[in-house]
C-alpha cells in the first residue's frame, strides 16, 4: 500500500498555485507575528466574548504571538497549545516546500498526525481544567 505522501497528485498549475498561496499565509501569519509590537487589545475568542468563561484555546494567539517574539516562558503560561500549533505550521510548511525529503516524509506521516491531535486535545483540556483567565 502505498504511502500518503506518495499519492500526492502530480502538480497542476492550479495546484502550484494553492501551494504557494499556502506557503506565502503562513509564511505572512509568522511575519506579522513577528513584526507586531503587541497584539490589539479587542477579544479574539468569541466562546469567551459570548460565555465570559475561557475556551481550552484561550491563549493559544498571545501565545503564537510571544513565541514569534523569542519568549518562551511567557509563550507556556499563556497556552501550550501555541507551541503545538507553531510545530504543525511550520511543519506544513516544509512539506509544501520540501516535499520529496525523506524526513519531510516520515513527519508527514499519519502517526504524527495522530500523537499532535493527541497532544492538542490532552493539553488544550488540561489548560481549560487549570483554571486558565482567558483576558
Known amino acids: 500500500m502505498p504511502r500518503v505522501s506518495e499519492m500526492r ?11 504557494r498561496l499556502e506557503v506565502c499565509i503562513i509564511a ?4 506579522c507575528f513577528a513584526l507586531l509590537p503587541s497584539l490589539p487589545d479587542i477579544p479574539l475568542c468569541p466562546y469567551a466574548w459570548i460565555t465570559g468563561k475561557p475556551c481550552p484555546t484561550c491563549g493559544t494567539t498571545r501565545a503564537l504571538w510571544n513565541l514569534a517574539h523569542g519568549r518562551f516562558a511567557a509563550s507556556l503560561a499563556f497556552n501550550p497549545i501555541g507551541c503545538i500549533v507553531a510545530f504543525a505550521l511550520l511543519r506544513r510548511l516544509a512539506v509544501l516546500l520540501l516535499p520529496n525529503s525523506r524526513t519531510i516524509r516520515f513527519i508527514d506521516g499519519h502517526g504524527v498526525n495522530v500523537v499532535l491531535l493527541a497532544l492538542y ?15
Do not use: E, Q, R
Open 9 to 19: 497528485p502530480a502538480l497542476s498549475v492550479n495546484n502550484s498555485f494553492a501551494i
Open 28 to 31: 505572512g501569519v509568522f511575519v
Open 121 to 135: 486535545l490532552v493539553i488544550g483540556f488540561m489548560h481549560f481544567y487549570s483554571g486558565a483567565v482567558c483576558k
